[in-house]
Every structure is written in structure tokens, then in C-alpha cells.
């Protein structure tokens, strides 16, 4: 898996917009984008993914540069309960034997 | 939709005991897994399902086994249960492996004494 590198830490006000960086210079043609987040104590959770387009679901937003060297998790309105640790990796698709590694992640305080 | 659910929350086992845990998903999900999770380990893969009535070895398989009798089911069994096995305990689903992102249920807490 190609090594993504994310910041260690950031704040948010409540109802703004969190844009959460992740750089991955190395990754293949073939490997996708996944962003996942764990709140304290809680299961990890998986938000979205991306190959080359950018994606939207319910819960967020991923713009993937073209260059695919790099990507941005938009939570629209950030939350109370949005707090939590978010992991950026970059997987290919044929890894059903292999954990999920989550490096250190960004650690997103989300303040009233 | 309960997504993944894990059952028990909480489990304390003395050395020597065992116990299964259990793991459900109603979103017809095909892959399912088993992870352990330590302080400053990250999530390790245990075992790994492709399918009903398949399991396969993960990184950190010896001590558990499991079984994938039901597609929706996924136990893993601790024979005899170690101090080393306190951990976190969760389990994941996916569909076919063709880059979807895995589920991941809320955790068993195990301690064993």
C-alpha cells in the first residue's frame, strides 16, 4: 500500500466545514482512496472512497487531485460527534487477506 | 438496517477458558472479517471470510479459530483463552473485495485473567 501522509491534528468550529488533507505521492494506478474515522472507544468507521472521480455520499465529500497525488475529506457541516480520529488510506482493491493499516491519522476537534 | 452487530460488549475469561464471539451483518455482505485491536498495534486481521462456508488465515490467526456457517454469521472461538488475547475484538463486512470499503461492528472488550 502506498504511504499517506495527513496532519496531525485539527480544529473546527461547529457547522463550518472540515477540509481534512491526506498526501499519497506514491500511490498506483490501481489503488483507491479510502477514508475511514474512529471515534474514542468506538468501532472504526468507514465514510468514503475514491479511485480518480470525486465522490459524495451522506456523510462526506473526497476531491482527489488529478494527479491523484493527493485528496481533501470535506465534512459540510461539521458536528459535535464528528470529533474522532480520521484515517486516510490508499489501498488497491485485491487485498482481502491483509488488515487495514491505519497510520496516525488526524485527530479533527470539532468545538461548539 | 443494525449494519454489523457484535455480541457480547464485555467478556471477562480466567487463563484456560474459552469462548465464542459473535458477529452478524444484514447488508448481505460476502466478506467478512475478524480484527484485534491493541494500544500502539493498530488493527491486526485474525481471520478472513470470502464467502459462506470459507474462512481463511489473517496475520494473527494462531490461538482462534472461526466459522462462516450462515452468510451473515461470522464466529471466532478462543479454545483456550491467554492473557495475551486481552484486547479489543472487531469484526468487519464487505462486499466482493472490488475496492468497497468494510463495516466495521462496535467491539468486544476482552480482558482475560
Known amino acids: 500500500d502506498a504511504k499517506t501522509t495527513q496532519p496531525p491534528s485539527m480544529d473546527c468550529a461547529e457547522g463550518r466545514a472540515a477540509n481534512l488533507p491526506c498526501n499519497h505521492s506514491?500511490?498506483?494506478?490501481?489503488?483507491?482512496v479510502y477514508w475511514y474515522r474512529q471515534i474514542h472507544s468506538q468501532g472504526p468507521q468507514y465514510i468514503i472512497h475514491g479511485l480518480k472521480n470525486n465522490e459524495t455520499n451522506e456523510m462526506a465529500s473526497l476531491i482527489i487531485t488529478e494527479d491523484r497525488k493527493s485528496s481533501t475529506l470535506i465534512l459540510p457541516h461539521a458536528t459535535l460527534r464528528d470529533t474522532a480520529v480520521y484515517y486516510c488510506i490508499v489501498r488497491a482493491s485485491n487485498q482481502a487477506g491483509t488488515a487495514l493499516i491505519f497510520g496516525k491519522g488526524t485527530t479533527l476537534s470539532v468545538s461548539s | 438496517n443494525a449494519g454489523v452487530t457484535q455480541t457480547p460488549k464485555f467478556r471477562v475469561l480466567k487463563t484456560g477458558q474459552s469462548m465464542t464471539l459473535l458477529c452478524a451483518q444484514d447488508m448481505n455482505h460476502e466478506y467478512m472479517y475478524w480484527y484485534r485491536q491493541d494500544p500502539g498495534m493498530g488493527l491486526r486481521l485474525i481471520h478472513y471470510s470470502v464467502g459462506e462456508g470459507t474462512t481463511a488465515k489473517g496475520e494473527v490467526p494462531d490461538g482462534y479459530n472461526v466459522s462462516r456457517l450462515k452468510k451473515q454469521n461470522f464466529l471466532l472461538g478462543l479454545e483456550s483463552a491467554a492473557p495475551s488475547q486481552t484486547s479489543v475484538y472487531f469484526c468487519a463486512s464487505s462486499y466482493s473485495n472490488s475496492g468497497n470499503g468494510q463495516y466495521f461492528g462496535p467491539g468486544t472488550r476482552l480482558t482475560v485473567t
Open positions: 506514491t500511490i498506483s494506478g490501481n489503488e483507491y
